[in-house]
């Protein structure tokens, strides 16, 4: 069944303009004028159909006469289903050339269909009464503006216009030109009319107190120059000087804005004028105002170099002329002579640098345990044989506590008692056997040493300091011992030529010494600089009557979380020595070979190590407890020593210190009483004092 189409114009496929004419000329067949009859409706459809043709075909239903350009050329597909009117027919065939690029440019009783390039070239509906929103046509239309500046609306429109239209601004009138397509046309004249509103706010007025309104006037200005060449609400604001008012008027959200701009400009110096006295509260005066002045002078430079301003006959800026900031010690206090902005500037600075540093509690703890072992067996012999008093040694082998028995003998036969005394014999067990008579008989004598000896040491050295964040801190327990360094001697001639021997020492210090700088990371991260020193007198070096000194030394840097103990070092050592002498010959017999031989060893072990603990005070509370628990402990001991009272002296205790808290202290009781128990009492406990001791 073949599709019915409407009976006025169905026009469908290629190759049926000629059908398209026919259908136009049988509906204006009735019609004297050009106009298309009432009710006419059409439902156009068209593939790849020519333009021509279209034009020729909408000629025909609308009764307008066209002249079409010779580069109007194109291949058009329209497709509609629903039947419109000739005028809604017209309005799509102006979509139609907007779409290809072409337009319809009325000039009297022609059409002129042309590229969309010249359309400027050529008069459009110039100011029409309305201008439709839908229709394509190319229209010219004058905006007025009221309140905004028309040329300021000109590059924010720009990106709306297409290529081939038109947008101008009139100064002189505050109006804009715009020749576009009608719907286009609307489209700006609305987002105009949206953006040029009237302000009814009336005038405002902020009176001023501290500032000067000339100035702050001046200031706002600058400020707003580059807002109001970007098309920013623009608001007027104006100085009174007789009243030392500003005067604003404009956008109400603007006016608000620059009223709280007004009123922060209007607060008074702290100190008035240019100068201000800043007392701190944890940093130096004296070394914050060089670093401030180094501040002040390095800003002053750099500024005057980014402007190009000469600076001073030394080379560097004007330094002195403008800033001037000088120290007060006994007050603590930075007195500073500055412009406004420098002295913001100044300000900030030592804000962020007078704080109050968190504080590290360093302490040290140095472990030494030393262990000795040593024995000696020995046997020496002695024989006088042609009774002429002299002896002769037959094995004086050495021991390790240097006694001879050939001394020995020497001593007894001299009468020489003394010399027989404990010392002589030295340490250990002692046996001797033998015959001595000067006149008769073969002389001899035997001495039987044996000695062991056990010996142990554990020390522990805990010395602690307390420093703040990134300052040295430094702790000795010494004593100091003359150290011989040299000897000469001299010789009077006004007596006699007596000579007087002369010897040179040096104090040298002898203890513990910790040095040590913190500096707190971020979070809980303590980094150590450490320089540890632990020495002590040694033995007298052998001939000499000088002593050999012990030092053990650590110098390094260590990462420590806070409250945590870490090693630095130390020194593990074991030594073994055994020795013994013998007679060639004698001391390798069996069994008797054990008289002609001594022999002695030692062993010794030792253990030295170093550990490091930080414990960081961030506030003064954690300083007063650690204080505290110091405080607290060393006051336990003095009042546990003895019961708290003083031997052989009744009703006399021993001094303590006071105790930590507000209250006058009360009075020991008179008669002493018994120790107190282990347990430790709690500070605040009143329990913490024995019974009948000191409070």
Do not use: C
């Not at 239209?165 to 109006?175: E, K």
């Not at 804005?257 to 209007?266: C, H, P």
């Not at 009042?639 to 303590?656: A, F």
């Amino acid at each position: 069944m073949p599709k019915r189409t409407n009976p006025l114009l169905r026009i469908a496929g290629r190759g049926v303009a000629a059908l398209a004419l026919s259908a136009a000329l049988a509906v204006l067949a009735g019609a004297q004028a050009a106009a298309p009859a009432a009710g006419t409706t059409i439902t156009p459809n068209y593939k790849d159909a020519d333009l021509t043709q279209i034009i020729q075909a909408v000629s025909e239903v609308t009764g307008k006469n066209f002249i079409v350009d010779p580069r109007v050329n194109a291949k058009v597909t329209m497709l509609s289903a629903t039947p419109m009117s000739p005028d809604a027919f017209y309005q799509a065939f102006l979509s139609v050339l907007q779409v290809y690029g072409y337009v319809a440019v009325p000039a009297g009783n022609v059409i002129k269909i042309i590229p969309n390039i010249d359309a400027r070239e050529y008069p459009s509906g110039d100011l029409p009464r309305t201008v439709s929103a839908t229709s394509d046509q190319l229209v010219t239309q004058i905006i007025t503006v009221k309140n905004i500046n028309a040329a300021q609306l000109v590059p924010l429109l720009r990106p709306l216009i297409p290529q081939y239209g038109q947008l101008a601004a009139y100064p002189g009138g505050n109006m804009l030109i715009i020749s576009d397509r009608a719907s286009n046309v609307d489209r700006i004249m609305r987002i105009v009319h949206r953006m040029d509103r009237e302000s009814n706010e009336p005038f405002e007025i902020i009176r001023l107190h501290n500032a000067s309104a000339d100035n702050v006037v001046r200031t706002i200005d600058q400020l707003t120059q580059g807002a109001a060449a970007q098309g920013a609400p623009a608001v007027h604001v104006v100085a009174d000087e007789r009243t030392n008012s500003v005067l604003l008027s404009g956008d109400q959200a603007t006016r608000l804005r620059m009223r709280a701009l007004i009123l922060s400009l209007d607060t008074p110096l702290k100190a008035g004028g240019d100068t201000r006295v800043r007392y701190l509260r944890y940093a130096d005066a004296d070394k914050l105002a060089k670093q401030l002045r180094a501040q002040a002078a390095a800003a002053e430079q750099a500024t005057a170099g980014a402007k190009g301003a000469p600076t001073g006959a030394g080379g560097g800026a004007s330094y002195g002329h403008d800033v001037t900031i000088w120290a007060d010690e006994p007050t603590n206090a930075l007195v500073i002579t500055a412009p406004p902005r420098t002295m913001k500037s100044l300000m900030d600075v030592i804000d962020k640098l007078d704080i109050r540093r968190a504080q590290v509690k360093v302490r040290a703890i140095i472990v030494e345990i030393d262990v000795t072992k040593s024995s000696d067996l020995g046997v020496q012999w002695i024989i006088d044989g042609v009774n002429s008093g002299t002896l002769a040694g037959v094995s004086n082998l050495p021991t390790t506590n240097g006694v001879s028995i050939v001394n020995l003998a020497a001593a007894a036969a001299t009468g020489n008692y003394a010399a027989l005394s404990g010392a002589a014999l030295g340490t250990g067990a002692s046996f001797a056997i033998g015959r001595y008579n000067k006149y008769s008989g073969t002389n001899f004598a035997a001495l039987l040493q044996a000695l062991r000896s056990d010996g142990s040491s554990n020390i522990i050295s805990t010395p602690s300091v307390i420093t703040m964040n990134n300052e040295q801190a430094e702790v000795k327990v010494t004593q100091e011992v003359p150290i011989i360094t040299g000897s000469y001697a001299t010789t009077t001639q006004s007596v006699n030529g007596t000579t007087s021997p002369f010897q040179t020492t040096q104090l040298q210090e002898v203890g513990t010494i910790l040095k040590v700088t913190p500096h707190i990371n971020q979070g809980s991260i303590v980094q150590l600089k450490i320089s540890q020193e632990d020495s002590s007198p040694g033995a007298v070096l052998a001939g000499t009557n000088q002593i050999s000194l012990n030092k053990r030394a650590i110098k390094t840097t260590v990462l420590i979380q806070n409250r945590g103990i870490v090693v630095l070092g130390g020194l593990i050592s074991d030594t073994v020595n055994e020795n013994e002498d013998r007679i060639p010959f004698l001391g390798r017999i069996p069994l008797i070979g054990a008289l002609f031989r001594a022999r002695n060893g030692s062993h010794e072990k030792r253990e030295l190590l170093v550990f490091i603990q930080p414990t960081i005070l961030r506030d003064p509370d954690a300083l007063e407890a650690t204080t505290r628990q110091q405080y607290q402990h060393v006051r336990e001991e003095q009042m546990r020593l003895h019961g708290g009272k003083v031997m052989l002296l009744p009703g006399e205790h021993q001094p303590v210190i006071p105790r930590i808290g507000p209250g006058p202290q009360p009075t020991p009781p008179a008669q002493p009483a018994p120790s107190p128990t282990p347990a430790s009492p709690t500070p605040a406990s009143p329990a913490s004092a024995p019974a009948g001791g000191p409070p």
